[in-house]
């Protein structure tokens, strides 16, 4: 029987045709023609743009559950800063109530190992074949870095989720992450450990900056300042403070912070200086109720939108200064003068500003979306440099960052674990929404806590999880485990 994770699909061409219909190839991977596929460059970038294409899509027959934009908005939900106000609008609610993922058969379960899969299989496809395309040498590094960026990406999402922390202080990491699949193959195979999984994760990374530059038509693709922001996310994550700090600020060069005006313009707009990458909406790809803005914007004409906005943790707003640009992108206290809603939308104490579409109310879901931005990269330089002892550096490289955005700012003169706590917390201001709050608490071993905000009962269900609970592990899909004999569930 085949593995649930080999199900897939290659599509091609995806960002240059019209409908749904039209750009998502049913076929599974073992029937495609990759031979072709992969005949030329030119057929090949056609690939990879397929690949790009199919992160943005809903998956499960799912309008919430839109690929990697909507696990953006699931991995804050299941923290305590991105909060649902209500429980008038069921989307993300089981995930916000850590349900989804403690359920087998549930979407918010399925979805990722569905997606990243998805991409991986792809992926595999372009490595495997990339190589005797006709075309230049120069074209075929492009496409096969991009693809091992894509894998490596891919699976360092996955381990995260369906693994244990990885614990640097417990090398090798043997606890059970995920199946390890390289080539293109039905064979269902046994998770590789975490351990395995973040070697390969680095290897994928390292023979990628061999192969890419920092030049690229489109901002939506990988180039080599993103493969060095993988290398920063990763290292940090593993605790590898040295290689956390030289990767972040490798990769954020040539990127500059957005002024204060350029903060307050939406968080839409892939032009924008310091998005390193990010995905770009072009008019013929609307996904309209199934789209980024659809649930994270103030003003996309959505039920979603008008009826269950969503607000940030009130502990941790109310700790902004004031003259922080930061604070407007929530209102505490909104009005119709001060706060931007669809016709007749709810406003509610606390609620999200910082995500907006052109128009009031907006009538298009066409906004892009970031992944990866230059702040990210100061923040996890900052962090590494405060955990590797060094405060002056540390401090040093968070002032180049807040000062842009409060002007009141003072160079931090803390040291140790209050300095990695000032830096902690303008990471979670800072990078609200676009979806790093659980895999944070997850990596540092800290506890779900919710105590104490705006956090009402009827909507979390569930206010404290200790760390190292089984409950930061997400559950193999019972479809995986069905069609995968060689593969075992995670602790119940």
Known sequence: MKARYITLVLALGLLTTACEKDYLETSPTASIDAGAAYATTKNAASAINGIYRAMVVRYLSSQGHFGHPAMMIIIDALGEDLVLSN?????????????????ETSVGDQLPYELYYRLIGNANIGIANIDNAAGTQAERNQ??????????????????????????????????????????????????????????????????????????????????????GFQARVALTQQNWADAAKYAAEARKGYSLMTTAQYQEGFSDIGNPEWIWGFDHVEDQSEFFGAFHSYMSSNYNST???????????????????????????????????????????????????????????????????????????????????????????????????????????????????????????????LWGEGFRFTDLKRMNLPLNRNGANISSAVAVLFDVAPGDVQWEFLIPRREINANKAIVQNPL
């Not at 429980?87 to 359920?103: D, I, K």
């Not at 707003?317 to 930061?326: G, N, S």
């Open 304 to 430: 979603n939108i008008r009826v269950t906005p969503k607000v940030i943790n009130s502990l941790l707003y109310d700790r902004i200064p004031a003259t922080d640009v930061r604070s407007k992108m929530w209102v505490k206290t909104p009005t119709t003068t001060n706060s931007i809603v669809p016709t007749g939308g709810v406003r509610a104490p606390y609620m999200n500003q910082k995500f907006r579409l052109p128009g009031t109310p907006s009538t298009s879901a066409m906004g892009d979306i970031p992944y990866m931005r230059a702040a990210e990269m100061y923040l996890i330089e900052a962090e590494a440099q405060a955990r590797l002892g060094n405060a002056t550096a540390a401090a040093s490289v968070l002032f180049d960052l807040v000062s842009k955005r409060d002007p009141s700012y003072k160079l931090s003169t803390s040291t140790g674990t209050q300095l990695i706590d000032e830096i902690l917390f303008n990471r979670r201001i800072e």
């Open 87 to 103: 429980t008038s609008n069921t989307w993300h609610l089981p995930e916000q109530r850590w349900q989804a993922h403690r359920s």
């Open 143 to 228: 496409v096969k870095g991009e693809a091992l960026g894509i894998r490596a990406f891919s699976y360092f999402n996955l381990v995260q989720l369906y693994g244990k922390r990885y614990d640097a202080a417990a090398k090798p990491n043997s606890q059970p992450g995920v199946p390890l699949v390289l080539t293109p193959t039905t064979a269902g195979l046994p998770r590789a450990t975490v351990e395995e999984i973040y070697t390969q994760i680095n290897k994928d990374l390292a023979d990628a900056a061999t192969l890419l530059t920092s030049a690229r038509s489109f901002k939506s693709h990988i180039n080599l300042e993103v493969i060095k």
